[in-house]
């Protein structure tokens, strides 16, 4: 048994079932990365010591019969993530050697479940970028072919999962950044609902748009790694004391309105301004084909309208650079990172900001500096926060008549890298069909759902009404049941 082939879902059984030890699984998946790392770049820091400490600790609570479901589960972690200790750079030279003093949320609910953390993987700088082309530490190849991008901004954790380097990853989504590189890495990428998982310790990008999220090779995977890390945390002020359900447990026993492997009685809406002729032919040839099994599984599809997507790019690169721009002031040099050697205090900051940032996170604090400034404020932001407004609008009166959306999750599977690089319009077009949702705020899943005649894979996204992740995983799940493109894996 090749055991980094297995799901997470597989491991954790043979785990349970004395097949193989967590320390066995963190040795194999080490190896991996040892032997594939240095051509995808997926992983920036490899905390193999800790990991097999780890194992050693899981090994001992799984004998002891005091284990969790994810209880020696080896896991990639998103470098905006702090885990104490360890190199947290989000993709940027400013960062270079900081170390957190302490665990995020995530990560402490993580640790008390057991997991065994591999390391952290690479990010656009600050999880701005659709492609990981926007790190400081080098671009990450995607597995399926190592001359395209994985996607971004979580293009590491993606690459990771897909090319069997770790069993799960952690990423972050502002404006797709788990749901497009999920899209062309072949992977389960979950987003869930604004408020579901705590914030605290994630390196903020955008504060009313960033949520943790996950990656996987399956939809029940995925269930158990949003099961363990979901619920109120009184350090996130946004984080919503909403009940959370057993999601796992929920795939297996069904539920209204999906239940069993039946799709029957599901509301499929198919949002017209979704399906345009920008979509590559292959990926709309995909996508079709996957809404007829669903409709096979007895799901009714209908037209849906969301009419003010044409205004949603706009809305979001105004919204998320003018946020970022507010957050990315703390990072001077004075308490984080890299500092400059300067004569004065201005100067240091100036040197320290230049030197330390890269060309697209200038970019968006400039943007969003711009749009927050005396006498554009009106004109862009408060006018943004408006529209904002009207897409969740949007989607609530769809949701009034579908239970979940059905979507292409990218325009287009992985572009060559270097190919939209000098073309920022282009780079951020990639997030269309994703972004909208962050401005909602609600959760969103994108699944593998066939290949383009490349080779590479295309991403079915699922939408669905805030604090329903539940119902998305079990779509997700009776569809992954009834095909097998999320068995297909890259020949490395």
Known sequence: MELHTLSLTEAAA??????????????ALLGRIEAHNPALNAFLTVTGEWALELARRADGRIQSGAAS??????????DVICVQGVPATAGSLILKGYRPPYHATVIEKLLAAGVVILGKTNTDEFAMGSSTENSAYGVTHNPWDPTRVPGGSSGGSAAAVAAGLAFGALGSDTGGSVRQPAAFCGVVGLKPSYGRVSRYG????????????????????????????????????????TPVPDYAAQLQSGGSPVGGQSLRGLRVGLPKEYFVSGVEADVSTAVSAAVKVLEGLGAQAREVSLPHTEQALSVYYIIAPAEASANLARFDGVRYGARADAPTLWDEYRQTRGAGFGAEVKRRIMLGTYALSTGYYDAYYLQAQKVRTLIKGDFDSAFDDVDVIACPTSPTTA?????????????YLADVFTLPANLAGIAGVSVNCGFDRAGLPVGLQLLGPAFIEDRLLRVAHVFQQTTEWHTKVPAL
């Open 14 to 27: 043979a785990l349970r079932r004395g097949e193989t030890t967590s320390v066995e699984l963190t040795r």
């Open 69 to 78: 479901p994810l209880t020696g589960i080896p896991l990639a972690i998103k």
């Open 202 to 241: 994630l390196i903020a990008f955008a504060s009313s748009l960033d949520q943790i999220g996950v990656f996987a090779r399956t939809a029940e995977d995925a269930a158990l790694l949003l099961g363990a890390i979901a619920g109120h945390d009184p350090r996130d002020g946004t984080s919503m004391p």
């Open 415 to 427: 572009f060559k890298i270097g190919e939209k690089a000098d073309d920022p319009l282009a780079m």
